[in-house]
């Protein structure tokens, strides 16, 4: 029984651990590249403009204050399903 509760409870904070996303600024993107961190790398090679990352955060169906938050210039979102950083 101990041996099924303990799997359990590693699997359910592996799986949470596995769903935050990291928000990072433009130099901790860069800092993070430095230490050989791919998804910044790629975060920092597709930035997008304020406009175009509002319009598609609410094509993809969040509220108007969620995409005001993560599409505020200067911050990167390396563990989104397309890696992205805002201009």
Known sequence: ???VLCVLLTMLLT???FAAQR???RS???AAVGSGDAQAA???TMTTDQATCLNE???R???TAQCAVACQPGLCH???EQPYCIK
């Open 28 to 30: 901790e993107a860069q």
């Open 1 to 3: 029984m101990r041996l």
């Open 78 to 80: 390396p563990d989104a």
């Open 61 to 63: 169906g969040h509220n």
């Open 57 to 59: 955060c609410t094509k």
């Open 42 to 44: 790629g975060a920092l």
């Open 15 to 17: 799986s949470s651990t």
């Open 23 to 25: 928000t990072l600024t």
